[in-house]
């Protein structure tokens, strides 16, 4: 493992990750850093807790919007292919659970 020292809001933090991941790390750090710099100039959120909280629901938001490459699910949203996937197991978890109560 290397240590990355790191800066977020700025406040330093140290963390560990492999070497072949160092820059994708480093992406990610820069991501979060763009996020939180908005929501702070925006002014409507103070502290760096309450920041970073804002900043992760919007990162969850991009992610669970991406949509899946060219293909037969290319025009899902990663979220919808979650609640596709849920569904199918919550469907399955039924159908399981009636066939052990008719035995």
């Known amino acids: ?7 977020l809001l700025g406040r330093d933090y140290t963390l560990a990750c492999p070497p072949s991941e160092k820059a994708k ?3 990610a750090v820069q991501h979060v ?4 710099e908005r929501i702070k100039d925006a002014g ?3 502290g760096n807790e309450r920041i970073a909280v804002m900043a992760a629901i919007q990162i969850a938001v991009e992610l669970l919007s ?3 490459p060219n293909g ?3 025009d899902l949203a990663l979220g919808d292919f979650k609640r596709k ?4 197991h919550r469907l399955m978890d039924g159908v399981l659970g009636t066939n052990d109560q008719n035995r």
């Open 1 to 7: 493992m290397e240590r990355l020292d790191i800066n």
């Open 25 to 27: 790390l480093l992406e």
């Open 33 to 36: 850093d763009q996020h939180m």
């Open 44 to 46: 409507r959120t103070s």
């Open 66 to 68: 991406m949509k899946a």
């Open 72 to 74: 037969p699910l290319g």
């Open 85 to 88: 996937i849920d569904d199918m």
